[in-house]
């Protein structure tokens, strides 16, 4: 059974870096596209990022709040997936999740509308931002 584990939520000062981590079990994570969400309280969860599967291309694609601060990776050995945010800024507080999408979906196109796609998640990790 495929699991994943994030870890890494902290509380730094706006812009600075923090990095997340989400460690997948049971199932070799290239196999499958991995993204990372946020929900903020009274927000909808929304889409960060995301990695097509490493059987696919690898592409990463990244929601428009956080494009150019944000990166995701894999590290193939460690079967885990990685978000590397920089800049942090007061509207990123959040749990983050991170969340792979159901079996055969290879791509990560459409992940921000279609979060549903998505079937096997974390518990979330909380991240602050505060100064």
């Known amino acids: 059974q495929l699991q994943l584990e994030e870890s890494g939520g902290a509380s730094v000062h706006p812009g600075g870096s923090l990095t997340l981590s989400c460690a997948v079990s049971g199932y070799s994570s290239d196999y499958y596209a991995i993204g990372w969400f946020r929900q903020a309280p009274g927000k909808e969860r929304e889409g960060v990022a995301c990695?097509?599967?490493?059987?696919?291309?690898?592409?990463?694609l990244y929601g428009d709040p956080v494009k150019g601060r944000f990166t995701i990776s894999r590290d193939n050995n460690k079967n885990a997936v990685y978000l590397q945010m920089d800049s942090l800024k007061p509207e990123d507080p959040a749990v983050y999740y991170c969340?792979?999408?159901?079996?055969?979906?290879?791509?990560?196109?459409?992940?921000?509308?279609?979060?549903?796609?998505?079937?096997?998640w974390g518990q979330g990790t909380q991240v602050t931002v505060s100064s």
């Open positions: 990695v097509n599967s490493q059987f696919s291309d690898n592409i990463a």
């Open positions: 969340a792979a999408r159901r079996a055969g979906y290879y791509f990560c196109a459409g992940f921000v509308t279609t979060i549903e796609d998505f079937d096997t």
